[in-house]
C-alpha cells in the first residue's frame, strides 16, 4: 500500500508499514497439533524474543518435562495448532 504526499518538489511515495495486531494468547490456554489430537500442549508463559516477535512457551499435559517455544503467529492461525476447549 503506498500513499502519496505532495512534496516540494512534486509527488512523493512512501509505503505504509501496516502490522497485524496479534491476538490474544492467554497463560493456561490449551492447544494440540492439527496432526496429534491426543497430546495437548498448555501455554505457561509469554514473551518477546530478540528477534522481537512474540512466543509463548508452553508445556505438555500429560508430561511436564516436555517444552516447547512456539511463535503466537503459529498458535493464532490454527493451522498447526488448534486451540483445545
Known amino acids: ?3 502519496v504526499a505532495a512534496g ?3 509527488v512523493e ?3 505504509v508499514l501496516m502490522r497485524r495486531r496479534q491476538p490474544a494468547i ?7 497439533k492439527a496432526e496429534a489430537a491426543n497430546i495437548v500442549w ?3 508463559s509469554v514473551f518477546e524474543g530478540i528477534d522481537g516477535k512474540p512466543y509463548a512457551q508452553l508445556v505438555r499435559t500429560d508430561d511436564v518435562s516436555m517444552r516447547k517455544t512456539v511463535a503466537i503467529s ?3 492461525q490454527n493451522l498447526q495448532y488448534v ?3
Do not use: E, H, K, S
Not at 492467554?26 to 494440540?32: L, S, T, V
Open 83 to 85: 486451540p483445545v476447549a
Open 26 to 32: 492467554d497463560i493456561g490456554q490449551r492447544f494440540r
Open 74 to 76: 503459529a498458535l493464532a
Open 13 to 15: 511515495r512512501f509505503p
Open 42 to 44: 498448555q501455554v505457561t
Open 8 to 10: 516540494l518538489g512534486g
Open 1 to 3: 500500500m503506498n500513499f
